[in-house]
Each structure stands twice: as structure tokens, then as C-alpha cells.
């Protein structure tokens, strides 16, 4: 009872319904631009612009739930372990298309860097925008980059995954579901899993291999890149 009126938890509860709000306002209109987590991050930003309320506050406020990331993204392998004998037999072209599109993704990031002549903590920052939240940010923390930009990056890469996925699978002509887990999973982390679960369970079950893998291979090649 304490806790419900303890006034500090209220961005808390304001978040949560605003989120529920987002994913109301999917359902009924039927968008791909309708998109929970993004209606919701525009909304919240535009209450604390108008009302003041300090971002360090609600920031603190979301801490009770933060630790939550790390056993959500554990939990992607239970659909891996349910196609697990789907997944042997194309495990080669699934680890090939997965290597391919994190070098790709690092790399790209790079030269963007280079080219716009980014500083170090900035570059630093931005090279994990593929992978988790967690790892994201802990591969950021070793190597002095800005953990909040970090993690803007990170949720504007799958907000704009979950998004544009399915017109562009349209438009490439990807129907395959391993391609399509591939791709999902590789670039856009648990959101883009969260897009693949939708079109189907084999989807969802290689862009959860796909989003673990790619965060591996991303923490190896990190500090290797960070290099050039």
C-alpha cells in the first residue's frame, strides 16, 4: 500500500499505462507507424517537457523495473529451444547471414563516423546500436562511451526495425521465415523479435538466435574496431 502512494512511483504507473495506451491505439488502428513503445516514448517526453517534472526523478523511478531487461532477453530462448530441431538443418546459412549483417552493421557505423568526423566517445557510443539494451550498454561503459546515447540508439534502431521490416521484406521480396528472422534479429534486436513472433513462431525463433549471436559477435569485434 506504502508503495502505491509513494509519489516516486507514479512514472512509474504513468509510464505503464501510456504504454497499454500505445499498444490500444495499435490494435485499432493498424499501423506498423502506430507503435507501442514509440507512442510512448513521444508522449512521456512531451509530459515532462510541459510539466517540468525533473528527468532525474523519472529516470530513478524506472530503476525499480530496469533490471527486468536482462532476464527478458534470457527469456527469448525458450522459442529458440521450441524449433531447436527446425533450426539444425539450415544452421550454416543462418550463422552465415547473422555474421554477415553484424560485420556489415559495425562497420557501416564506422565509416559514418569517420566520415562525419565523430569523436571517439560518440563513435563509441553509437557502434552497439544493434544488439540489447544490457550488452549495449555494458560493451559502451568499457570503452568511455555515453551510455544514454547508447541507449537512445539502440531503442531508435528497433523502433525503426519493428517498423519498416514488414514494407521492406515486401519490397526485397524476402518471404523465406529464416531470412526474415535473420534480418529481424540481426538489425533490430528484441524489438525486431518482437515484430518476428508476430509473422510467425520459426521467425521468432531464428531472430532470437539471431539477436544473441549478433551480441556476442558484436562484443568480440567492439574493442577490435574501436581500434581503427
Avoid at 517526453?45 to 532525474?56: D, E, F, K, R, V
Avoid at 547471414?97 to 562497420?107: E, K, M, P, W
Avoid at 518471404?175 to 513462431?201: F, N, Y
Wanted: hydrophobic fraction near 55%.
Amino acid at each position: 500500500m506504502e508503495a502505491i502512494l509513494d509519489l516516486s512511483m507514479l512514472p512509474l504507473f504513468v509510464s505503464i499505462l501510456v504504454y497499454l495506451f500505445g499498444i490500444f491505439v495499435q490494435n485499432k488502428v493498424k499501423s506498423p507507424l502506430c507503435n507501442p513503445l514509440l507512442i510512448t516514448i513521444i508522449i512521456i517526453i512531451c509530459a515532462l517537457l510541459l510539466t517540468g517534472y525533473p528527468n532525474a526523478n523519472y529516470q530513478a523511478s524506472m530503476k525499480s523495473i530496469s533490471w527486468l531487461i536482462t532476464p527478458t532477453t534470457i527469456c527469448m530462448a525458450v522459442p529458440l529451444y521450441e524449433q531447436l530441431q527446425v533450426l539444425r538443418k539450415d544452421w550454416k546459412a543462418i550463422l552465415a547471414g547473422i555474421s554477415a549483417g553484424t560485420v556489415a552493421s559495425l562497420f557501416y557505423i564506422l565509416i559514418m563516423c569517420r566520415v562525419l568526423h565523430f569523436d571517439a566517445v560518440l563513435s563509441a557510443s553509437l557502434l552497439p546500436k544493434s544488439i540489447t539494451t544490457a550488452m549495449g550498454t555494458a560493451l559502451c561503459a568499457q570503452t568511455g562511451g555515453n551510455e544514454a546515447i547508447t541507449t537512445a540508439a539502440i531503442v531508435i534502431t528497433g523502433i525503426l526495425g519493428n517498423i519498416i521490416s514488414t514494407p521492406l521484406c515486401k519490397l526485397l521480396r524476402i518471404k523465406h521465415p529464416i531470412a526474415q528472422g535473420v534480418a529481424l534479429g540481426t538489425s533490430a534486436h528484441v524489438m525486431g523479435t518482437a515484430k518476428a513472433r508476430e509473422l510467425s513462431d520459426l521467425t521468432g525463433a531464428v531472430s532470437s538466435l539471431s539477436l544473441t549471436f549478433a551480441g556476442i559477435l558484436t562484443a568480440v569485434l567492439y574493442p577490435l574496431i574501436m581500434l581503427i
